[in-house]
């Protein structure tokens, strides 16, 4: 079965420093990675994607992830963070041509000024 | 173009009460899903449809929760009746799955429910 883990439950951060969320999943296939990020109040959009091909994947606002299939981790980086990105985010799988989206327990990313 | 719009966003009710929550996904999208977020049990799906016929329930708590999706442009999750353990914010989602599904699911703002 999949799974995905996303140790750290929040990251205090100040602001224009770097900042990386990690996400580890188990699967025994092929699998299809995302991050969600969920600003408060609302639903979940989209951060970025992996699908297949190169293995560094950018996303909106700054944001990219390295998909790193010896070590099973995606993890979500960004090398200046803004009071803006004050969020939680979501590391999530599914197997290919799945439509089940399994999530991490989110990380709560909090930038300081 | 409108995204998944979800109503209410905030819904106040007793313990016993029939509550209903409504989904409109974005239009073109096939398939429907409803999630339950909570801080103790993070994002579970509860049910998914896709081209309006219920496809895997598996998530759904018991029987107290229901779901309809009528039409391609509507669907409810109905609990009946409500007790405070299902207090939680509910999201539905869209997307267009077919064959090599890339998963990207478009959430609604959701709908915040307590129960007292």
């Known amino acids: 079965a999949q799974s995905v883990t996303q140790l750290d439950s929040q990251v205090p951060v100040f602001e224009e420093a770097p900042v990386e969320l990690r996400c580890n999943y188990s699967?025994?296939?092929?699998?299809?990675l995302f991050w969600y990020v969920q600003y408060p109040n609302q639903g979940l959009q989209l951060l970025l994607k992996y699908l297949s091909g190169s293995t560094l994947v950018k996303g909106i606002n700054g944001f990219e992830a390295e998909f790193n299939k010896s070590q099973t981790s995606f993890h979500l980086r960004k090398p200046s963070v803004h009071i803006s990105d004050t969020a939680e985010y979501f590391c999530?799988?599914?197997?290919?041509?799945?439509?089940?989206?399994?999530f991490g327990s989110g990380t709560r990313l909090l930038v300081r000024p | 173009d409108a995204g998944v719009i979800q109503s209410p966003r905030h819904e106040v009710t007793e313990m016993g009460q029939e509550v209903t929550l409504r989904c409109k996904p974005i239009?073109?999208?096939?398939?429907l899903f409803w999630y339950r977020q909570t801080m103790m049990r993070g994002l579970e799906l509860l049910i998914y449809f896709n081209n309006n016929v219920p496809i895997d329930d598996s998530g759904m708590p018991e029987d107290r929760f229901s779901a309809k999706m009528p039409n391609a442009s509507f669907s409810t999750l109905k609990i009946q009746p409500s007790e405070p353990r299902d207090s939680a914010v509910y999201f539905c989602a869209s997307s267009f799955v077919r064959t090599g599904n890339t998963g990207e699911l478009f959430f609604g703002e959701g709908s915040r429910l307590t129960v007292l």
């Open positions: 699967s025994s296939v092929s699998v299809y």
């Open positions: 999530a799988v599914t197997m290919d041509s799945s439509y089940k989206l399994i």
């Open positions: 239009s073109g999208h096939n398939s």
